[in-house]
């Protein structure tokens, strides 16, 4: 599949889905302030429907307390027998009776409605009572108005009847704001603050408001939503694994790319050696070489060396495998890293003065004894230092340095040139496999991207690390810290 392709499917998809969360995620709001307006109105009914409870119960509290007193009242006064005195109103109903009446129902009659007068009388004059009192009401403390007792019920109940079951928590200010009453656990950090006015008809200046918090409001809202949220997981987890996908796909292409580029040098590597065997073998058929014993020994030895190279080659590539099934045992060792270091560049000082260049070494640890597999390690050394020869500066004479010093409890390991240099964003890629920097020609250099692998997982398994600094243009410097032993 071509790459224009994978990316023209990716962002369809991801468009896709953030779409779907974007429709997802916008009717959970709506959702949200659907509830939360409920949530109000249903609050702000409740709160109403107390201060009518508490206005209704003060009523009757008046008006109980005033037919005691006038009960009262009566029960001391002296009854009077005397019937006369009947007012105008009360002589209405007399003048509708009937003429045919006699006296004795007419008397009846006349007894039973001064009676109904006087009950409505004594009735109205109770209820104008209570009324005056009802209007006095302001000027008495709210204490002797409101049963305290009663109110976190009245709003228990009532939120109960507008389906708010849940806890909550009152208090009860005057007109300045002064705590007149509170409940237990009330509190407004980061809590919606509900409000009602209590006796709404009294002066303003003696007004007082109920309050009311819910400490777990927002828990009860948004378990109304609690059925659309495995949605959204469900689609989070697709959009990972998506991602993750895509992730593999271009990985796969990218490994892809390199196993080709492996191919393409591992074959022109392979037909050097090849070429050079196939060529000794042609001369020894010759019948002229077997008269020539110089020509016969130059040719054992072209087989030979091509024979070496070629196997060499072969062990490279197979390197990195091994140790991926850590297949590979180590003969660990104490080795001096000073001694190390002069033994690899007494035998590479050649190849850097053929290609025109200098090694200096500079050995300054004075701790300088490690454990280390000295293979391993020396085919390590070896592998940095001929870095540095392939990728040497053709304009410029190779200054090739190898230097050791302590830091700390540690030893340290330089080797730096002034080749080419490397891009900053291939730094973190050159101890991948197979991975080789980009030089323009891919076969100019030879090599299959496996040495610096192959250095990188000898460090890390000798409890070491490396590091690369470079510039593109003045040079490459590796960093080798082992830890020393005293000896």
Known sequence: ???????????VLIFAFIGLLSLQINYIRIILQTQE?????????????VSRDLELDETQQLLTDRIYSVRKQ??????????????????????VIPSSFGKNDLQTASKAIQDIQESYLYQQNILEDVIRMAMKGSNRPLEERIDFGKLESYVQQELVNNNLALPFACTVLDN?????????????????VYSQILFPKDPANKLYTLQVVFPTQKKYVFESIGFILPSIVFTIVLLIIFVYTIYIVFKQRHLSEIKNDFINNMTHELKTPVAGISLAAQTLNDADVNNSPHLMEHAKK???????????????VLQMSLFEDRAVSFKMTKLDANDLISSVASTFVLRVENAGGILDIDLQALDSTIVVDKMHFTNVLFNLMENA?????????????????????????VIEDNGIGIKKESLKKIFDRFYRVPTGNRHNIKGFGLGLAYVKQIITDFDGFIKVESELGEGTKFIITLPFVEN
């Open 1 to 11: 599949m071509r790459k224009s392709t994978i990316w023209l499917l990716t962002g």
């Open 37 to 49: 307006d409920q949530f109000e109105d249903a609050v702000k009914r409740s709160l109403f429907q």
């Open 74 to 95: 009566n029960r001391s006064a002296i009854p009077s027998s005397n019937g006369q005195g009947i007012t105008k109103q009360q002589s209405s109903p007399v003048n």
């Open 176 to 192: 300045n704001k002064k705590v007149i009453y509170t409940g237990s656990d009330y509190h407004t950090e980061n809590l919606e």
């Open 302 to 316: 072209v087989i030979q060396d091509e024979s070496t190279r070629l196997g060499f080659l072969v062990e490279k």
């Open 389 to 413: 020869v392939k990728y040497r500066r053709p304009d410029v004479p190779l200054m090739l340095m190898a230097r050791t010093m302590n830091v700390g409890n540690k030893v340290q390991i």
